[in-house]
């Protein structure tokens, strides 16, 4: 396991759709733990492959239920509306209001290329959004109602 670079919202990467994964090889494997690695590490809650320069539709998440892995995700579903303050592993030290679905399922596959199907509310359905999005080459900032502003973890 490693801790890879997150790339930051200049880099070009995060701009270029990524392509489908055909088969699952140790190498595949070694990518999605080091993503989950690095996503605990930067105190996360889902990274995208983009994210640590590797150009391949693969999501992890983790909203404090346990890690989800997602491979070649598409939402399949969406209902409801929800508002709020969104960051970035990409954009660190930065949030923005964002409007997302309360509500997402998503079909994909898992590490052993079973299909897979999660339902999501809340925190979960904008992880599921916001992550995929990055499989497009779209970025939460694209979205942002208003101005970027500083996150602060400081308590009052």
């Known amino acids: 396991m ?51 320069g ?15 892995v997602l491979i070649n995700p598409e939402i399949l579903e969406t209902s409801g509306e929800q508002t709020g303050d969104e960051g970035c592993l990409s954009v660190p030290g930065m ?8 509500y997402v399922k998503v079909k994909a596959m898992d590490e052993d ?13 904008r992880a599921f959004c916001h992550e995929i999005d990055h499989l497009d080459g779209k970025m939460y900032t694209d979205l942002v109602e208003g101005e970027l502003h500083r996150t602060s973890y400081e308590e009052d």
């Open 54 to 68: 590797i150009l391949k539709r693969i999501v992890v998440i983790d909203v404090g239920e346990g890690p989800i």
């Open 2 to 52: 490693a801790i890879r670079v997150i790339r930051t919202e200049e880099d070009p990467v995060l701009r270029k759709i990524s392509k489908p994964v055909k088969e699952v090889t140790p190498k595949i494997i070694t990518l999605i733990n080091d993503m989950l690695d690095t996503m605990y590490e930067a105190m996360g809650v889902g990274l995208a492959a983009p994210q640590v």
């Open 95 to 102: 949030a923005g209001q964002v409007t997302r679905p309360n």
């Open 113 to 125: 290329m079973n299909e897979v199907i999660y339902e999501g509310t809340e925190l979960l359905a």
